[in-house]
Antibody, heavy 115, light 108 residues
Framework: EVQLVESGGGLVQPGGSLRLSCAAS????????FNWVRQAPGRGLEWVSY????????YYADSVKGRFTISRDSADNSLYLQMNSLRDEDTAVYYC????????WGQGTLVTVSS | EIVMTQSPATLSVSPGERATLSCRAS??????LAWFQQKPGQAPRLLIY???TRATGIPARFSGSGSGTEFTLTISSLQSEDFAVYYC??????????FGGGTKVEIK
């Protein structure tokens, strides 16, 4: 079964850091690009970051550029999002989604930034 | 950045009726447009890509049309499981990938 499972969310204070993970299974991880997409409580979807299959191309939304870092590890079939200097407005459910067409999504992990 | 605008924000429809959702792009996105469905507490699900191609397993009552800046998602006969929020998303001119604000389809 093709599956993405996010983890690593939680409560963090403003200015803090968190590392999200997305474990992939049921397909050849190295053959696909990935995205992180987030959704603030009661709000719409916001694209956060993209990484190509070889990590040669990486993009970020302006709202997270310089604070978040996307990476991947084919050895453990995982995608990561390192989030630093977190702000209240980063509070959201964070989803990983496979490929530009986003045909496969994880169930999401909640990040709450609050003092 | 391409801005995607969806209308209406909320659509009240009776089961069995037709629903028509609109999505407008601030500049042409060709046919590089996708539609997603999201139910409460769930991840989004891809319905349509390439403006009009149904994703695997999506029922034929869902259809997409349009190109350039004007797009439509039509649900021909609403079933109970179709009441949800629908998002359009462009992948023609990126980064950033951009989503519309969503249309909530509710029971009338």
């Amino acid at each position: 079964e093709v599956q993405l499972v996010e983890s690593g969310g939680g409560l963090v204070q403003p200015g803090g850091s968190l590392r999200l993970s997305c474990a992939a299974s049921g397909f050849t991880f190295s053959g696909y690009s990935f995205n992180w997409v987030r959704q603030a409580p009661g709000r719409g979807l916001e694209w956060v970051s993209y990484i190509s299959s070889t990590s040669s191309t990486i993009y970020y939304a302006d709202s997270v550029k310089g604070r978040f870092t996307i990476s991947r590890d084919s050895a453990d079939n995982s995608l990561y999002l390192q989030m630093n200097s977190l702000r209240d407005e980063d509070t959201a459910v964070y989803y990983c989604a496979r490929s530009l067409d986003m045909k496969v999504w994880g169930q999401g992990t909640l990040v709450t930034v609050s003092s | 950045e391409i801005v995607m605008t969806q209308s209406p924000a909320t659509l009240s429809v009776s089961p069995g009726e037709r629903a028509t959702l609109s999505c407008r792009a601030s500049q042409s996105v060709s046919s590089n447009l996708a539609w997603f469905q999201q139910k409460p507490g769930q991840a989004p699900r891809l319905l349509i890509y390439g403006a009009s191609t149904r994703a695997t397993g999506i029922p034929a009552r869902f259809s997409g049309s349009g190109s350039g800046t004007e797009f439509t998602l039509t649900i021909s006969s609403l079933q109970s499981e179709d009441f949800a929020v629908y998002y359009c998303q462009q992948y023609n001119n990126w980064p950033p990938l951009t989503f519309g604000g969503g249309t909530k389809v509710e029971i009338k």
